[in-house]
Protein backbone atom coordinates (compact mmCIF):
# COMPACT_ATOMS: atom_id res chain seq x y z
CA UNK A 1 0.00 0.00 0.00
CA UNK A 2 3.04 2.01 0.85
CA UNK A 3 4.28 1.55 -2.38
CA UNK A 4 1.74 2.45 -4.22
CA UNK A 5 0.92 5.39 -2.27
CA UNK A 6 4.32 6.88 -2.80
CA UNK A 7 4.37 5.72 -6.79
CA UNK A 8 1.26 7.31 -7.65
CA UNK A 9 2.51 10.44 -5.50
CA UNK A 10 5.96 10.29 -7.35
CA UNK A 11 4.31 10.28 -10.44
CA UNK A 12 3.29 13.85 -9.36
CA UNK A 13 0.11 13.35 -8.66
CA UNK A 14 -2.25 14.39 -5.93
CA UNK A 15 -4.35 12.49 -4.12
CA UNK A 16 -7.65 12.64 -2.54
CA UNK A 17 -9.09 10.65 0.22
CA UNK A 18 -12.35 10.22 1.46
CA UNK A 19 -13.04 9.98 4.60
CA UNK A 20 -16.27 7.96 6.36
CA UNK A 21 -16.92 8.91 9.87
CA UNK A 22 -18.79 5.22 10.72
CA UNK A 23 -20.84 7.72 13.31
CA UNK A 24 -22.29 9.71 10.62
CA UNK A 25 -22.52 7.38 7.50
CA UNK A 26 -25.76 5.47 6.43
CA UNK A 27 -24.94 2.20 5.49
CA UNK A 28 -27.96 2.02 3.16
CA UNK A 29 -26.24 4.60 0.74
CA UNK A 30 -22.42 4.45 1.48
CA UNK A 31 -21.99 2.11 -1.95
CA UNK A 32 -23.48 4.11 -4.00
CA UNK A 33 -21.69 7.18 -2.42
CA UNK A 34 -18.06 5.54 -2.84
CA UNK A 35 -18.86 4.55 -6.30
CA UNK A 36 -19.65 8.25 -7.67
CA UNK A 37 -16.29 8.87 -5.67
CA UNK A 38 -14.44 6.45 -7.46
CA UNK A 39 -15.18 7.22 -10.37
CA UNK A 40 -14.41 10.65 -9.87
CA UNK A 41 -10.63 9.69 -9.03
CA UNK A 42 -10.95 9.27 -5.71
CA UNK A 43 -7.81 7.15 -4.34
CA UNK A 44 -8.37 6.22 -1.14
CA UNK A 45 -11.03 5.12 1.49
CA UNK A 46 -10.27 6.78 5.21
CA UNK A 47 -12.37 5.19 7.80
CA UNK A 48 -12.51 6.23 10.98
CA UNK A 49 -14.07 9.22 13.66
CA UNK A 50 -13.44 10.18 17.05
CA UNK A 51 -16.89 9.74 18.83
CA UNK A 52 -19.58 7.16 18.48
CA UNK A 53 -17.22 4.72 16.53
CA UNK A 54 -17.65 0.95 16.90
CA UNK A 55 -15.93 -2.04 15.59
CA UNK A 56 -18.83 -3.38 14.31
CA UNK A 57 -19.79 -0.24 12.41
CA UNK A 58 -16.54 -0.02 10.98
CA UNK A 59 -16.27 -3.63 9.29
CA UNK A 60 -19.79 -3.19 7.97
CA UNK A 61 -18.59 -0.37 5.94
CA UNK A 62 -15.18 -1.62 5.24
CA UNK A 63 -17.67 -4.97 3.79
CA UNK A 64 -19.87 -2.88 1.58
CA UNK A 65 -16.86 -1.74 0.48
CA UNK A 66 -14.95 -4.71 -0.23
CA UNK A 67 -15.74 -4.54 -4.70
CA UNK A 68 -13.75 -0.97 -4.68
CA UNK A 69 -10.11 -1.89 -5.36
CA UNK A 70 -9.09 1.36 -3.80
CA UNK A 71 -7.49 0.89 -0.41
CA UNK A 72 -9.17 0.53 3.01
CA UNK A 73 -7.23 2.77 5.06
CA UNK A 74 -8.51 3.05 9.01
CA UNK A 75 -8.14 6.26 10.42
CA UNK A 76 -7.95 5.51 14.00
CA UNK A 77 -9.24 7.23 17.17
CA UNK A 78 -8.32 4.73 20.21
CA UNK A 79 -7.37 0.99 19.89
CA UNK A 80 -10.73 -0.51 19.93
CA UNK A 81 -10.75 0.41 15.61
CA UNK A 82 -8.02 -2.38 14.38
CA UNK A 83 -10.13 -4.82 11.48
CA UNK A 84 -8.21 -7.00 9.67
CA UNK A 85 -10.82 -6.09 7.15
CA UNK A 86 -8.99 -3.39 6.13
CA UNK A 87 -5.59 -2.99 3.71
CA UNK A 88 -4.06 -0.97 6.02
CA UNK A 89 -3.60 1.53 8.98
CA UNK A 90 -2.64 4.92 9.73
CA UNK A 91 -0.44 4.28 12.58
CA UNK A 92 -0.76 7.73 14.00
CA UNK A 93 0.80 9.49 17.04
CA UNK A 94 -0.87 12.93 17.81
CA UNK A 95 2.59 14.60 18.22
CA UNK A 96 0.96 18.11 19.95
CA UNK A 97 -0.64 16.18 22.49
CA UNK A 98 0.04 17.20 25.85
CA UNK A 99 -1.38 12.85 26.55
CA UNK A 100 1.16 10.87 26.35
CA UNK A 101 -1.45 8.21 25.89
CA UNK A 102 -2.16 9.76 22.47
CA UNK A 103 1.63 9.95 21.72
CA UNK A 104 2.82 6.33 22.18
CA UNK A 105 0.29 4.65 24.71
CA UNK A 106 -2.48 3.52 22.58
CA UNK A 107 0.14 2.74 20.17
CA UNK A 108 1.90 0.53 22.57
CA UNK A 109 -1.47 -1.24 23.06
CA UNK A 110 -2.12 -1.46 19.24
CA UNK A 111 1.60 -2.35 18.06
CA UNK A 112 1.27 -6.35 18.82
CA UNK A 113 -2.43 -6.37 17.59
CA UNK A 114 -1.42 -4.92 14.66
CA UNK A 115 1.65 -7.62 14.18
CA UNK A 116 -0.77 -10.10 14.65
CA UNK A 117 -2.96 -9.01 12.22
CA UNK A 118 -0.59 -8.69 9.93
CA UNK A 119 -2.20 -4.91 8.67
CA UNK A 120 -0.11 -2.65 7.07
CA UNK A 121 0.76 0.01 9.14
CA UNK A 122 1.81 3.72 7.49
CA UNK A 123 3.55 6.18 10.23
CA UNK A 124 1.77 9.14 10.31
CA UNK A 125 2.66 12.30 12.65
CA UNK A 126 -0.55 13.53 13.48
CA UNK A 127 -0.70 17.60 13.60
CA UNK A 128 -3.77 19.54 14.70
CA UNK A 129 -3.75 23.02 13.81
CA UNK A 130 -6.29 25.78 14.15
CA UNK A 131 -10.11 25.12 15.26
CA UNK A 132 -9.30 21.38 15.78
CA UNK A 133 -12.97 20.15 16.21
CA UNK A 134 -13.63 17.05 18.38
CA UNK A 135 -10.27 15.47 17.96
CA UNK A 136 -8.67 18.07 19.43
CA UNK A 137 -10.48 17.78 22.97
CA UNK A 138 -10.59 14.22 23.13
CA UNK A 139 -6.82 14.35 21.77
CA UNK A 140 -5.83 16.56 24.82
CA UNK A 141 -3.78 18.84 21.85
CA UNK A 142 -2.18 21.81 22.23
CA UNK A 143 -3.86 22.97 19.26
CA UNK A 144 -1.29 25.45 17.20
CA UNK A 145 -2.60 28.54 16.28
CA UNK A 146 -3.23 28.55 11.91
CA UNK A 147 -0.80 31.34 11.46
CA UNK A 148 1.72 30.19 13.67
CA UNK A 149 4.28 28.28 11.02
CA UNK A 150 6.75 28.54 12.92
CA UNK A 151 5.19 25.66 15.37
CA UNK A 152 3.49 24.03 12.16
CA UNK A 153 7.04 23.70 10.45
CA UNK A 154 9.12 22.33 13.36
CA UNK A 155 6.08 19.88 14.14
CA UNK A 156 6.61 18.57 10.48
CA UNK A 157 10.37 17.86 10.64
CA UNK A 158 10.01 16.45 14.08
CA UNK A 159 7.99 13.91 11.94
CA UNK A 160 10.29 13.37 9.46
CA UNK A 161 13.39 13.27 11.40
CA UNK A 162 11.01 10.50 13.34
CA UNK A 163 11.13 8.36 10.01
CA UNK A 164 6.91 9.00 9.61
CA UNK A 165 6.08 8.73 6.22
CA UNK A 166 3.12 11.23 6.29
CA UNK A 167 2.66 14.61 8.09
CA UNK A 168 -1.18 14.92 8.86
CA UNK A 169 -2.31 18.71 9.14
CA UNK A 170 -5.23 18.28 10.47
CA UNK A 171 -7.63 21.99 11.56
CA UNK A 172 -10.41 19.20 12.73
CA UNK A 173 -13.19 18.00 11.27
CA UNK A 174 -16.01 20.49 10.37
CA UNK A 175 -13.07 23.66 10.56
CA UNK A 176 -14.69 26.65 9.97
CA UNK A 177 -10.91 27.29 8.37
CA UNK A 178 -9.16 24.73 6.63
CA UNK A 179 -5.03 24.77 7.38
CA UNK A 180 -3.82 27.75 4.99
CA UNK A 181 -2.14 27.15 1.65
CA UNK A 182 0.66 29.93 2.95
CA UNK A 183 1.34 27.14 5.58
CA UNK A 184 1.16 24.28 3.71
CA UNK A 185 3.93 25.79 0.66
CA UNK A 186 6.36 26.52 3.59
CA UNK A 187 6.07 23.31 5.56
CA UNK A 188 6.70 21.67 2.09
CA UNK A 189 10.22 23.21 1.29
CA UNK A 190 11.56 22.06 4.82
CA UNK A 191 10.47 18.39 4.10
CA UNK A 192 12.21 15.72 1.73
CA UNK A 193 10.71 12.40 2.44
CA UNK A 194 7.34 13.02 4.29
CA UNK A 195 4.03 13.35 2.62
CA UNK A 196 1.80 15.84 3.53
CA UNK A 197 -1.86 14.85 4.07
CA UNK A 198 -4.20 17.78 4.56
CA UNK A 199 -7.91 17.71 6.37
CA UNK A 200 -10.37 19.40 8.23
CA UNK A 201 -12.59 21.79 6.76
CA UNK A 202 -12.62 21.56 2.91
CA UNK A 203 -15.43 22.27 1.64
CA UNK A 204 -14.97 23.54 -2.46
CA UNK A 205 -12.72 22.58 -4.93
CA UNK A 206 -10.85 26.34 -5.05
CA UNK A 207 -9.33 25.56 -1.75
CA UNK A 208 -8.22 21.85 -2.39
CA UNK A 209 -6.39 22.77 -5.80
CA UNK A 210 -4.68 25.68 -3.41
CA UNK A 211 -3.62 23.21 -1.23
CA UNK A 212 -2.45 20.58 -3.16
CA UNK A 213 -0.58 23.44 -5.32
CA UNK A 214 0.90 24.66 -2.21
CA UNK A 215 1.62 20.85 -2.20
CA UNK A 216 -0.48 18.99 -0.06
CA UNK A 217 -0.05 15.38 -1.33
CA UNK A 218 -3.19 13.82 0.08
CA UNK A 219 -6.60 15.88 0.19
CA UNK A 220 -8.78 14.61 2.65
CA UNK A 221 -12.47 15.35 3.00
CA UNK A 222 -14.92 14.00 5.36
CA UNK A 223 -18.30 16.35 5.79
CA UNK A 224 -18.36 17.61 2.41
CA UNK A 225 -19.24 13.90 1.52
CA UNK A 226 -22.35 13.75 3.53
CA UNK A 227 -23.28 17.41 3.26
CA UNK A 228 -22.84 18.07 -0.49
CA UNK A 229 -22.27 14.65 -2.49
CA UNK A 230 -21.96 17.21 -5.83
CA UNK A 231 -19.49 19.47 -4.24
CA UNK A 232 -17.52 16.65 -3.07
CA UNK A 233 -17.05 14.76 -6.01
CA UNK A 234 -16.02 18.26 -7.66
CA UNK A 235 -13.54 18.64 -5.26
CA UNK A 236 -11.97 14.94 -6.10
CA UNK A 237 -12.28 15.57 -9.79
CA UNK A 238 -10.22 18.96 -9.14
CA UNK A 239 -7.43 16.98 -7.38
CA UNK A 240 -7.09 14.15 -9.55
CA UNK A 241 -6.25 16.31 -12.57
CA UNK A 242 -3.35 17.85 -10.70
CA UNK A 243 0.00 17.34 -12.03
CA UNK A 244 3.20 18.81 -10.27
C1 LIG B 1 -9.98 14.74 8.11
O1 LIG B 1 -11.09 15.59 9.93
C2 LIG B 1 -10.88 15.75 8.58
O2 LIG B 1 -8.70 15.14 8.36
C3 LIG B 1 -12.13 15.76 7.81
O3 LIG B 1 -12.59 17.02 7.94
O4 LIG B 1 -14.96 16.47 7.77
O5 LIG B 1 -14.15 18.83 7.70
O6 LIG B 1 -13.74 17.31 5.78
P1 LIG B 1 -13.95 17.42 7.24
Known sequence: MRKIIQEKLNEGKVLHFSLFDPDKVDLESIYSIALKLVESGTSGFLIGGTLGVSKEKLDSIIEILEDFEVPKIIFPSNVNLITEKADAILFMSLLNS??????????????PIIKKLKLESLPTGYIIVGHGGTA?????ARVIPYDNIELIVAY?????????????????SGAPEPIRPSVISITKKYLENSKIIVGGGI????????????????????????QNLEKALKIVKEISNIRR
Request: glycine share 10%; net charge negative.
Open 203 to 226: RNEEIAKELALAGADIIVTGNIIE
Open 136 to 140: AHVGK
Open 98 to 111: DDIYYITGAQLIAA
Open 156 to 172: SIMAELFGMDFVYLEAG
